[in-house]
């Protein structure tokens, strides 16, 4: 069975940055395509970023695109998402996700995912 544990939330204000991580247990993260969702109040969950099993595959949400990275680092068994330049419309749930690579269908989906995270709250404040 595989866990996802997230991590790596906060307060912060606009302009800062912060660093999420996703640690995945049970299983080894190589086989798991993973990403990062969010979603504010009222909202659907939104896609954020994806990466392959190895790593060498990103994908991002237009929204963030040159401000955030998603990595993952197989032998801590862990993904991050480091989040620069942060805006108040970056405040959300950030949930981490992943699926074994061979059954991911579309990656900004959240139905294509199999494991979820618990969330963790990011506040930017102007």
């Known amino acids: 069975q595989v866990q996802l544990g997230g991590s790596g939330g906060g307060s912060v204000q606009a302009g800062d940055s912060l660093r999420l991580s996703c640690t995945v247990s049970g299983r080894a993260a190589s086989d798991y395509a993973m990403a990062w969702f969010r979603q504010a109040p009222d909202q659907d969950r939104e896609f954020v970023a994806g990466v392959s099993g190895t790593g060498s595959h990103t994908h991002y949400a237009e929204a963030v695109k040159d401000r955030f990275t998603i990595s993952k680092d197989n032998a801590q068994n862990t993904a991050y998402l480091q989040m620069n330049r942060l805006k108040p419309e970056d405040t959300a749930d950030y949930y981490c996700?992943?699926?074994?690579?061979?059954?991911?269908?579309?990656?900004?989906?959240?139905?294509?995912?199999?494991?979820w995270g618990q969330g963790t709250q990011v506040t930017v404040s102007s």
């Open positions: 996700a992943a699926v074994k690579e061979e059954e991911l269908v579309i990656i900004t989906r959240p139905a294509s995912y199999k494991y």
